[in-house]
């Protein structure tokens, strides 16, 4: 007897009921399992009590009062409550009789008949030899407001309470006077190199690449300090060894963060809510931040959009902004709240990203880093976020790495020592135009008349490097004329220095190409440009590969990057064994491996591909796969700064996690 009472005790902790039939009054589901308890305690022989353990989803009073007047949409029933019929409420909150969502999804089908959201938790019917019992896959629900003693009860209409900045050092990780002129001594360093060093006289050429190289000062003694807020999925996929490690990666990055540097974070499930404001990461803030992360429970559905708009009120809303500013969003699920579909086709250049009818918030005017957790994340519209905002998108595919995944960007986001970096490129005659310019993700405008151009490349991290490859057209020179040289184009570049806030401008650079009568051989191409061009086509592989992928034609899609492959194996730099060459070949090949049938491609190649993507048209490092390193195409865009914060990252890995008191 003892031991059927815990049956029934664990049951009902669960949430569960047993099934009720049509044929019996309606009773509660406690008063069936202690009848069905009692029953086989004294060897009874009712229908009930020799019914398989099958337990179903409670159904709560809320549902059972609200679906006294609805219909089910399948069956075109009404759902009343105590007539004998079990309900099933789907993520998106549409009701049916359980039997007929059960039929409907019996094959496989995840789609809401209502509004035609995809699901990942389903209901199925097993048959038995009595009536059919009903189960559904899926969690227990977790308790309500399970979050509540860490939620302030009532949020302010404006997010202005973020904490102060000191006024008498603004840039707290400034450490006296000399760090200011180690800063101002440094800055951006801009090369330019041409595609051969020699054209003809009496040659014309139009499409001749230019490459713009400029690389970022190192690391100073004294940084610029940030406001971040981070973005967490708490829903119930969340749950357990998820959690944990996003709990263990936040306190990572809390302790990562300097007396200066601002935190606010974000969680959001079914709905949205901020943890606390902008606040300093002193030691009082610090053990505040950690508690609450500390705190969370995962429950609910996934609505990724209501968690970014908090956020985006966080940034817009406070009353003191540091000098860097940026977000990280995470998430591990499919949004369940999302309006409206669509996959955004474009390759991720600036000027023509859209986001598809994707539901992103507009307005974001930081950087929005996004990290798909796990294998069924929404990859596309992750990455749509973070191109829209100008951000990076990392896949996380193994758990146990989300901790190096965030340390390489804290790297990065915490080394910023340029802002808003513009290039200016000129035609330095009437007579050349500018073609083209080939930026990647980055903005960039090229006048109507084609003289001139400009390119956003906004921040950058310490020692980071940026290449841009600009095509003109090269008249031929006349004969008589006495100059051995064309001047092509003039380039200038302008930023602000986040430490003193003061405007940087370099000193203009000349192209030129040498114009002889005759070339000789020495006149070859310049590894360097065509590193780059590789660099870029090989992104372009990628974005018609994915285009194949996502129409249902695998087989071209492998073609497109075995082809491309070929192409590349023959190039000047590859066959000089150039690194970054090798490391986009292997690249490639993952990806075909990646897009071996529906199955792969849908597990884990799309968000591969995307970050991939990500990581090339940025010319910034993202994570990628099952680790942070997995080829050397994400080592050459870390940045020394990101390198030791993974070390860091790492040996902390072999250390007991931190708890708050």
């Known amino acids: 007897m003892g031991s059927k009472w815990k049956k029934v005790k664990m049951a009902l902790g669960s949430n569960f009921c047993i099934y009720v039939p049509t044929a019996s009054p309606p009773q509660s589901a406690a008063m069936l399992l202690s009848s069905a308890a009692e029953q086989r305690a004294a060897g009874g022989s009712s229908a009930t009590a020799r019914r398989p353990w099958s337990p179903v989803l409670r159904l709560s009073r809320s549902l059972s009062r609200s679906s006294s007047s609805k219909k089910c949409t399948i069956c075109l029933a009404s759902m009343k409550q105590g007539d004998g019929e079990a309900i099933f409420t789907s993520e998106c909150a549409h009701s049916f009789h359980f039997k007929c969502i059960a039929s409907n999804v019996k094959h496989g089908n995840r789609i809401c008949p209502t509004c035609r959201a995809k699901w990942k938790e389903i209901p199925i019917q097993a048959s038995t030899s009595f009536d059919p019992a009903m189960t559904l896959i899926r969690r227990p629900p977790p308790r309500q407001n399970s979050n509540r003693h860490i939620f302030p009860a009532n949020e302010p209409s404006v997010f202005n309470d973020d904490e102060a900045l000191d ?8 450490n006296d006077g000399n760090a200011l002129d ?14 051969v060093p020699a054209v003809p006289r009496l040659s014309t050429v139009d499409d001749f690449a230019v490459l713009i190289h400029l690389k970022a000062p190192g690391s100073t003694s004294a940084r610029a300090p940030a406001d971040l807020v981070t973005v967490l999925d708490i829903s119930g996929s ?17 302790q990562n ?18 943890l606390f404001p902008l606040r300093k990461m002193s030691d009082t803030g610090k053990q505040h931040a950690l508690q609450a992360v500390n705190s969370l429970v995962a429950n609910g559905g996934t609505n990724v959009a209501e968690g970014l708009i908090k956020a985006k009120k966080v940034v817009n809303d406070r009353r003191e902004k540091n000098p860097v500013a940026s977000m990280i969003l995470l998430s591990d699920g499919q949004d369940t709240y999302r309006v409206s579909g669509g996959w955004d086709s474009g390759s991720g250049g600036g000027q023509n990203r859209s986001n598809q009818g994707l539901l992103v918030p507009q307005g974001i005017d930081v950087p929005v880093h996004a990290f798909g957790f796990g294998t069924d994340h929404d990859a596309s519209l992750m ?25 390489q960007c804290i790297g990065g986001l915490l080394s910023v020592v340029v802002k808003g970096l513009r290039v200016i490129v000129e035609s330095a005659s009437p007579s050349i135009g500018i073609q083209s310019l080939k930026t990647g993700s980055y903005t960039s405008h090229l006048t109507t ?15 980071e490097e940026r290449d841009f490859l600009v095509s003109v057209n090269i008249p031929k020179e006349m004969e008589l004329t006495s100059c051995n040289e064309t001047l092509l184009l003039k380039v200038h570049c302008s930023y602000t220095d986040p430490m003193t806030n003061e405007t940087v401008s370099l000193v203009t650079e000349s192209v030129t190409v040498e114009r002889p009568k005759n070339v000789g051989n020495k006149n070859v191409v310049s590894v360097e440009v065509d590193r780059q061009r590789n660099r870029l086509q090989s992104a372009e592989a990628m ?3 994915r285009t194949a992928a996502e129409e249902g034609d695998l087989t071209r899609a492998v073609s497109i990057l075995e082809n491309f492959r070929k192409i590349l194996s023959k190039t000047i730099a590859a066959r000089s064994g150039d690194r970054l060459c090798i490391a986009l070949d292997a690249e490639l090949k993952e990806m075909q491996e990646r897009m071996a049938s529906r199955r792969v491609y849908e597990h884990s190649g799309r968000a591969y591909v995307l970050s991939g993507l990500s990581s090339h048209t940025w010319q910034r490092a993202t994570a990628r796969g099952d680790s942070t390193d997995s080829f050397s195409t994400v080592q050459a865009y870390q940045t020394p700064s990101m390198t030791e914060m993974l070390t860091r990252s790492q040996a902390n890995m072999f250390q007991p996690a931190r708890s708050s008191r």
């Open 167 to 174: 006024p008498q050092t603004p840039n707290n990780n400034i």
């Open 182 to 195: 180690e800063s101002s001594l440094k800055r951006v360093l801009m090369r330019t190199y041409t595609e």
């Open 238 to 254: 969340m749950a357990g060894t998820k959690l944990a490690l996003l709990k263990r990666a936040m306190g990572f990055v809390i």
């Open 257 to 274: 963060l300097g007396p200066a540097d601002r935190l606010s974070v974000i969680v959001f499930s079914s709905t949205a809510r901020r």
């Open 383 to 407: 990455h749509s976020i973070s191109e829209e905002s100008g951000g990076t998108f990392s896949f996380i595919e193994t758990e146990s790495v989300i901790q190096d995944a965030f340390a």
């Open 449 to 463: 008349d084609r003289k001139s151009g400009r390119i956003e490349v906004g921040d950058l991290y310490a020692d």
């Open 543 to 545: 974005v018609q590969a």
